[in-house]
């Protein structure tokens, strides 16, 4: 009687945690039909060729279908809105630069959104900016470029690609620490404003070196200065600003994923290990190489986080002290 009641009793323990187990596994999400990359810049721009160069190496890692889905507008409220709007299941991911979610939200007094409608996933590049200025202007170096803005009549005009963009708040900080005179000048992307730089029709222009290198090493610009900490490979015989006398200085530029806030944990990690080994690989890395930028060191989506919450915090206290407001 023992026997059979013990028997009776096992078999019930076991039925019991078949279900149990059989819950846990059905609870872990599945793996998405495929994923789409959601670009914020039309097709054509560093943005959506890194998105690009990703999709070829995603789809060999998660066997699945990956499509670059590229949604302009409203300084990257379209895409952004639009990521919000699919499920929270892994299956949709935002490349981003930290315009989207980190400067716009301190520039645009009424986006009802900042980073924390996200989850982020993996950081993917780091790249710097550079001081440019026409070949043939008698400006040589950072510190005859600061002594003649003190000393012409009318301020510098400088360009940047568009409004409210590292470059363009970098540029800002530039003139704060320095204590130029400058006058910023808008355009609709990079190329107009490096065509008008090389024509005369600007002063300056302060851009990342991906968009720049080829200008500078063909001699139809001159680089000035850099805004990393130290001297880049690239570019070893361009000083830093951080060298010219301004020590503190710095601007990073950086590419980023992330998911909708609420997408589970398990979506979360499995999106950043296939990004980490996809920018851990060789020829991926010389890619991101030959754009002027370093592939992130690998790093999980908590460190990330911690990235863009500081980089958040910096920006909005940059803003704020700047009074660079946009609406």
């Known amino acids: 009687m023992t026997s059979r009641l013990n028997r009776r009793d096992l078999l019930a323990t076991l039925a019991s945690a078949s279900v149990l187990g059989s819950t846990n596994l059905w609870a872990q999400p599945a793996a998405p039909s495929q994923l789409r990359l959601v670009v914020p810049y039309p097709a054509g721009g560093s943005t959506d060729a890194l998105a690009r160069q990703l999709s070829v190496r995603l789809m060999e890692i998660l066997k699945v279908p990956v499509l670059v889905d590229n949604r302009p507008g409203g300084n990257s409220a379209v895409a952004v809105n639009y990521v919000l709007s699919q499920p929270a299941d892994g299956s949709t991911l935002f490349i981003f630069d930290p315009s989207s979610l980190i400067i716009n939200p301190h520039i645009y007094s009424k986006l009802p959104y900042d980073h924390t409608a996200f989850e982020p996933v993996a950081q993917l590049t780091r790249s710097w900016f550079v001081l440019l200025v026409n070949a043939q202007s008698p400006v040589k170096t950072i510190g005859e470029f600061i002594a003649t803005a003190k000393s012409r009549p009318a301020p510098y005009n400088y360009a940047a690609s568009s409004a409210g963009t ?134 999980t989506p908590q460190e990330f986080g911690q990235i863009m919450r500081a980089d958040y915090q910096k920006w909005g206290q940059v803003s704020k002290s700047l009074n660079i407001l946009l609406d």
């Open 166 to 299: 590292p470059a363009h708040i970098g540029m800002e900080m530039v003139k704060a620490a320095t204590k130029i005179p400058a006058t910023f000048i808008a355009y609709k992307g990079s190329a107009p404003a490096l065509n008008d730089l090389m024509g005369g029709q600007l002063d300056a222009q302060f851009i990342d070196v991906a968009s720049a290198i080829q200008y500078v090493q063909s001699g139809k610009l001159r680089a000035l200065a850099v805004s990393s900490k130290s001297r880049l490979a690239i570019l070893p015989d361009v000083p830093t600003i951080a060298e010219s006398g301004y020590p503190d200085f710095e601007v990073v530029a950086w590419f980023g994923s992330a998911v909708r806030s609420g997408t589970p944990a398990a979506a979360v990690q499995r999106l950043n290990a296939a990004l980490v080994a996809a920018t851990a690989e060789p020829a991926m890395g010389d890619w991101i190489r030959a754009q002027a930028s370093l592939p992130a060191p690998a790093n």
